[in-house]
């Protein structure tokens, strides 16, 4: 049985992870441009593959969310 | 107070009757009344989508070339809402897609029980968004756009709320739609910021004064980072790599129908969006997002193609061919940025509307195998379909030639269209990506000719049955597949209006 405290971690995981994967990958990115005097496309595409990055990790915790969703009312009996 | 044009309401006959029919279902929806009535729904939304037909092609046809008619001027003096070619012929596109998707859902519902007034209701305000999307030349008006389309599609793809796919792939669609959609308001404000307005000709002008000042450096981050936010949301509407997780579980959870409309018109009405802001908008800018759209449409073909080989789902497989598709289209966006001409833009079109046909016929096919109890998506199903039913087996090689682009097909003209626009612009590397891509695509589309053909059937299965309207819908495709590939003149002709640049 899933307590609802442990639930509520999947949640706030997701208030550090998505801001958090769009920095790393900006920072990188920015990294990346002064590295080969590109500015500003490396520190763009950084950006862009750090949304990407912070909305598979959405998609995939929502997954997860679903499918503990399931097991639990499996377990429940309903 | 906003200006109207004096002809706003026959300019904007589309749309009015659209919403009209929209209200009437929603009406007849709160009736309780029997599954027979709820039919009469299905063909009044049938006769509904053909009128509205017959009114885009009337209003195209009094646009004269090059045409752009403002319809809403805001308070500011500021264009909201035009009417032109370009806007015409997506709304052709749009509407033709829910046309078929009501033809194809009158077995969908009749099998799974599943008649509501609302299912219809949905389908007719997500058009209307659509057309608000292709007509809207502010960025604000197309967010309203967007979101009457999205929020629709976000119920009609939870439609068959009892089944569990259908609630988690739409749950899924949904929440990251509304992420999206915070984004591209975030990404619209820092434009604003940057430019003072929202008005996509204003933005043009300040981003043309701004290079002329001081150069591509004056263009500043503030504004490359607001178009970068912007294009995420389209990216993900439009279902392109690396925004495209939520496809194939939205689509295998949604109803077979649904799944058909939702990989066609809200498709085509993100590229209309896509198209109106990057070429009408923001064409200064093209050297900086024609390398980025590169790249994402490199990706997209790429992982599109290698992903639906590995399916034995078929509306999964035909998620990831979506998926792919969308990269071929976002070659001749791209095209048109580069070469900063009409012709990538009518490639795209074109494109769209043969997809349309060759899509929804290929979904209509696996909605045609579906029988109580299974829903006929699975390769097996698939399994001597020859035997069983020989014109079907014949038709779904028809959409699936011309999906993988085949001669004589629709598809081969389509990819064609957009391959010279890619030359054309010196764009090589998309070229030579699209065709080796599409001749990877061939061995997915040729695993289910292998199933129909080659593949023995169970020998219990019953013959299925298509229904009087999924019949009309699927021979209507095959034909138009093969027609426009045998003589594609007209159709070519017709895809040309869709001009946003002067020349």
Not at chain 2, 190 to 211: E, K, M, P
Request: aromatic share 14%.
């Amino acid at each position: 049985m899933v307590t609802p405290w442990r639930r509520l971690g999947v949640y706030l995981d997701l208030v550090y992870v998505f801001p958090g994967t769009i920095g790393v990958g900006t920072g990188l990115g920015y990294l990346a441009d002064r590295w080969l005097d590109t500015s500003p496309y490396g520190t763009l595409l950084g950006f862009l593959l750090g949304l990407s990055g912070a909305f598979w990790y959405l998609f995939r915790m929502l997954g997860i969310v679903a499918h503990r969703g399931r097991r639990d009312g499996e377990d429940d009996g309903s | 107070m906003p200006v109207l044009h004096p002809e706003f309401w026959r300019l904007l006959s589309p749309e009015w009757v659209l919403v009209c029919f929209g209200t009437l279902f929603l009406l007849l929806s709160a009736l309780p009344v029997t599954r027979g009535a709820r039919r009469a729904t299905g063909v009044m939304a049938l006769f509904g989508f053909a009128v509205v037909l017959v009114l885009c092609a009337q209003t195209l046809a009094a646009l004269s070339p090059g045409m752009h008619v403002a319809v809403l001027t805001g308070l500011d003096g500021q264009i909201g809402l035009t009417v032109d070619g370009f806007s015409q012929v997506f709304k052709f596109i749009f509407v033709l897609g829910a046309l078929f998707t009501v033809l194809m859902s009158f077995k969908y519902l009749d099998v799974e029980k599943a008649w509501t007034g609302e299912y219809f209701t949905f389908l007719t305000f997500a058009v209307f968004g659509m057309m608000v999307m292709a007509s809207g030349v502010d960025l604000l008006t197309l967010w309203v756009g967007l979101e009457t389309m999205a929020l629709s599609v976000y119920v009609l793809a939870a439609y068959m709320r009892r089944q569990e796919p259908s609630v988690e792939g739409a749950t899924k669609y949904f929440l990251l739609g509304a992420f999206s959609s915070g984004l591209y308001l975030y990404g619209t404000s820092l434009i604003y910021g940057a430019t003072g307005t929202v008005q996509l000709g204003s933005i043009r002008l300040a981003l043309l004064d701004r290079l002329a000042h001081g150069g591509p450096a004056a263009v500043g981050f503030p504004l490359a980072a607001g178009l970068v936010i912007l294009s995420v949301s389209l990216l993900f509407k439009a279902a392109l790599v690396p925004f495209h997780w939520w496809t194939p579980d939205a689509y295998e959870g949604a109803a077979t129908p649904i799944t058909a409309f939702m990989s066609v018109a809200p498709k085509a009405a993100a590229f209309a969006m896509l198209l109106r802001i990057f070429v009408a908008g923001f064409l200064p800018l093209a050297p900086m997002w024609t390398g980025l759209l590169s790249l994402v449409a490199i990706l997209t073909m790429a992982w599109g193609n290698i992903a639906a080989m590995l399916q034995n789902n078929v509306k999964r497989m035909l998620a990831y061919s979506s998926i792919a598709h969308a990269g071929y289209a976002l070659v001749g966006l791209v095209a048109a940025g580069k070469s900063q001409s009409n012709q990538g833009i009518a490639a795209v079109a074109f494109y769209l509307l043969v997809y349309a046909f060759m899509n929804l016929g290929a979904f209509g096919l696996v909605l045609y195998l579906q029988r109580e109890g299974s829903a006929g998506d699975q390769m097996d199903d698939f399994d001597g379909l020859i035997q069983r039913s020989p014109l079907m087996a014949v038709l779904m090689i028809f959409f699936l030639l011309s999906l993988g682009g085949i001669p004589p097909m629709a598809g081969f003209l389509g990819k064609l269209m957009i391959f010279y626009s890619a030359l054309d612009a010196h764009l090589y590397l998309l070229a030579v990506v699209l065709a080796v891509t599409s001749v990877i695509s061939l061995y997915y589309y040729f695993r289910v000719v292998y199933h129909m053909f080659l593949k023995e059937g169970a020998h219990n299965l019953p013959t299925p049955s298509a229904g009087r309207p999924l019949g009309w819908s699927l021979a209507l495709c095959g034909v138009a597949v093969l027609a426009i590939g045998l003589y594609g003149q007209p159709f070519l002709h017709w895809a040309s209006q869709a001009v946003l640049l002067g020349r």
